[in-house]
């Protein structure tokens, strides 16, 4: 059983969509990162949110953690294909150093 | 400030051959964590290093191992490769309990 499970694992839609991928566990974690990662090279941090309740905008992209800090979103509106990647999501559990990650959500999206 | 480097970038190797992958952190970063990665997943948590000692440690065989120097550098070994050892393997570097910056990955192929 993975401590953060992420919705859907797959997500294929047209440009100009919006979609949500969600990132949910039972466990409160001190802090939440999004990464985005292209085939054959390493993942890329988006945004860290660390305050129960705080929304953070990049650009299109707005990522939520929830007020109990046990779940995120990441919201794309008007999706490109330059969105395309896969989306994983990372948190640190209140007094643990090790970074807990989420399975990821591969996202496609076509011109 | 310079990037996580890793080196080799490409790699093939035979069947019961060793490898080692090396990792250069961000200046600064004493925690180093690798990862390996099959196509098509997510994450899987190989160890963790800081101050060279080893601080976290997944669930992957003995064939698996992996130091830190003194200048944070860091290096893994696979011994004994078997075919399912093909993979993304990467590299990142942090602050302890902080966001993870990733390097590019060494992609190794065993035939």
């Known amino acids: 059983t993975q401590l953060l499970e992420q919705s859907p694992q797959f997500l294929s839609i047209q440009e100009g969509e919006n979609l949500t991928v969600y990132c949910n566990s039972s466990?409160?974690?001190?802090?939440l990162q999004w990464y985005r990662q292209e085939p054959g090279e390493g993942p890329v941090l988006l945004v860290t949110?660390?305050?129960g309740g705080e929304v953070k905008k990049l650009k299109r992209l707005t990522f939520q953690f929830g007020d109990a800090r046990k779940d995120s979103s990441l919201h794309i509106t008007a999706a490109q294909p330059g969105d395309t990647g896969l989306y994983l999501c990372?948190?640190?559990?209140?007094?643990?150093?090790?970074?807990?990650w989420g399975a990821g959500t591969k996202l496609i999206i076509k011109p | 400030k310079a990037g996580v480097t890793q080196t080799p970038r490409y790699l093939i190797k035979t069947r019961g051959q060793q490898v080692t992958l090396s990792c250069s952190p961000i200046?600064?970063?004493?925690?180093v964590s690798w990862y390996q990665q099959t196509p098509g997943q997510g994450l899987q948590f190989l160890f963790e290093?800081?101050?060279?000692?080893?601080?976290n440690k997944g669930n992957f065989p003995g064939r698996f191992s992996g130091r830190q120097f003194s200048n944070s550098r860091s290096e893994m070994n696979v011994s004994t490769l078997e075919l399912g050892d093909s993979a993304l393997y990467l590299c990142?570097?942090?602050?302890?309990?902080?966001?993870?910056?990733f390097g590019p990955g060494t992609r190794l192929t065993v035939t």
């Open positions: 990142a570097s942090s602050f302890p309990g902080r966001e993870q910056y």
């Open positions: 200046s600064g970063h004493r925690s």
């Open positions: 290093y800081f101050s060279e000692t080893q601080r």
């Open positions: 466990s409160v974690f001190s802090s």
């Open positions: 949110v660390v305050t």
């Open positions: 990372a948190g640190h559990m209140d007094s643990n150093y090790q970074l807990i």
